[in-house]
């Protein structure tokens, strides 16, 4: 069972089921970015998904499309603690 709970501005509490490799939270940040990120211009967008012993990051990493951008490489999604079962959403873009 998954369960999220809102504890500050882009901070949750999260069970391990949500962030599993097939969980809700992880579709979700591995899905979601899309959409703006090529609003954004960017246009190689890739799910990405690693655990550690200690944290689990999942979301979507994205390269600029036009190829003479200065813009950086960026990610869009989340880290989640093991310990304290905190996950925290990213987003790279400035």
């Known amino acids: 069972m998954c369960s ?3 504890l500050a501005p882009n901070t949750y509490l999260a069970t391990p089921a949500c962030v599993a490799e097939d969980g809700p939270a992880t ?3 591995q899905r979601w970015p899309e959409y703006s990120l090529r609003a954004d ?3 190689v967008i890739e799910p ?5 012993p200690d944290t689990i ?3 979507a990493s994205a390269d600029p499309l036009n190829p003479y951008s200065t813009a950086p ?3 869009v999604g ?3 603690f093991g310990d304290s079962m905190t996950l925290v959403v990213e987003d ?3």
């Open 73 to 75: 490489a960026v990610f």
């Open 92 to 94: 790279d873009r400035r």
């Open 57 to 59: 990051t999942a979301g």
């Open 78 to 80: 989340f880290t989640w």
């Open 27 to 29: 579709a979700a940040a």
């Open 48 to 52: 990405t998904y690693a655990q550690t």
């Open 41 to 43: 211009g960017y246009g």
């Open 4 to 6: 999220l709970i809102l």
